[in-house]
């Protein structure tokens, strides 16, 4: 592929992956707020925004985005607080989490995992890199050309079932003996990886490559936290992903 060329996709695949994408700011901070709603609009996307936990909740009723930058430390509900809730609304679409916060501690990273949040920026930030960030969550969720994901594998199966579990990666539905259990993008993400290993070990470390893309602050054990999130949430099919010891994850095959 030329340079030319190279540059034309990375261009369509920009404008394809923010075009038509919803971001809701969730940050108590003017000037923030404001800053960082002007950059995501100058890249393309449909941004909407509040400055209280419970004005966000609302605004996710009314503006349905495909992503929530979140912060941790708001006036009214605390942003681990909205996130739970984001994460408990069942019949609805979920949106990615990144949390927005001057904590950078780890305690507060492994409980921002725990209740569902997919990344986590800690203030101050470079925009540039919020933006990035931004990017790579949305990257899974959408860019769709032909109805897969820019740059997946034609031979990777979208469609997947493994027991009582069934995973359709391409209206992002899993379900459970046929009822429909509610999981993040990154979840998704995590569940279709170990799906596409088609019952070999996935380490952590290949984990962390491809499903975090090993943003920063993303250790080990915030994929032992995800697995133990995902395993309560399928239920009786929690099961499959079996844990080996050392090593990594396996899904049943």
């Not at 707020?33 to 950059?39: E, F, K, M, S, V």
Request: proline letters at 4%; charged letters at 25%; aromatic letters at 4%.
């Amino acid at each position: 592929m030329s340079p030319v060329t190279a540059n034309v996709r990375r261009v369509m695949v920009a404008e394809a992956l923010s075009a038509k994408r919803r971001v809701l700011v969730v940050e108590d901070e003017t000037d923030i707020r404001d800053l960082l709603a002007y950059n995501l609009a100058q890249e393309g996307y449909e941004v909407a925004s509040a400055e209280t936990g419970s004005a966000g909740l609302e605004a996710l009723s009314r503006f349905e985005p495909d992503l929530v930058v979140l912060d941790l430390m708001l006036p009214d509900i605390s942003g681990i607080e909205v996130c739970r809730r984001i994460r408990a609304r069942d019949n609805k679409p979920q949106p990615a989490v990144i949390m927005l916060t001057a904590k950078g501690e780890e305690i507060d990273r492994v409980v921002g995992f725990e209740v569902g949040a997919d990344d986590y920026v800690v203030k101050p930030f470079s925009v540039r890199e919020l933006l990035l960030r931004v990017r790579a969550r949305l990257q899974e969720l959408a860019a769709r050309v032909g109805g897969k994901p820019i740059g997946a594998a034609t031979t990777q199966p979208r469609r997947l079932t493994v027991g009582a579990l069934t995973i359709d990666a391409d209206s992002h539905r899993v379900s459970v003996d046929d009822r429909e259990v509610p999981v993040s993008l990154l979840e998704m993400q995590l569940l279709l990886h170990l799906a596409q290993a088609q019952g070999s070990v996935c380490s952590r470390r290949d984990l962390l490559t491809h499903v975090w893309k090993y943003s920063p602050g993303v250790t080990s054990r915030t994929v032992d936290t995800h697995v133990k999130r995902l395993r309560d949430k399928l239920g009786t099919a929690g099961h499959l992903i079996r844990t080996i010891r050392g090593v990594g994850y396996r899904l049943a095959s």
